[in-house]
């Protein structure tokens, strides 16, 4: 049974920096595109950063050059490194194999002063 547990939300300051993890109960981890999406309140969920089985990357434009998404298939874990957060960065954030009905149950993000 695959399981996805995101941690490493919480209240931050805007300005700050978070680093989101996901553990990934999942067979042949290595093989997968893992995502990283959002849903702040009231907003539809939305791709925040992909990454391939190859290393390749691709962000949505919303977060180019503050968001930075890695994995370490040895722990099978996806991390998101979220830098100079701002209020509107405040959502939940969800793991996520590309393309498959498996997600975590979210991890909260909250920037506010």
């Known amino acids: 049974q695959v399981q996805l547990v995101e941690s490493g939300g919480g209240l931050v300051q805007p300005g700050g920096s978070l680093r989101l993890s996901c553990a990934a109960s999942?067979?042949?981890?290595?093989?997968?595109?893992m995502a990283w999406y959002r849903q702040a309140p009231g907003k539809q969920r939305e791709l925040v950063a992909t990454?391939?089985?190859?290393?390749?990357?691709n962000y949505a434009d919303s977060v180019k050059g503050r968001f930075t998404i890695s994995r370490d298939n040895a722990n099978n874990s996806v991390y998101l490194h979220i830098d100079n957060l701002k209020p509107e960065d405040t959502a939940v954030y969800y793991c996520?194999?590309?393309?498959?009905?498996?997600w975590g149950r979210g991890t909260q993000v909250t920037v506010s002063s």
């Open positions: 996520n194999v590309w393309a498959t009905a498996y």
């Open positions: 990454i391939e089985a190859s290393g390749r990357i």
């Open positions: 999942i067979l042949s981890f290595s093989r997968y595109v």
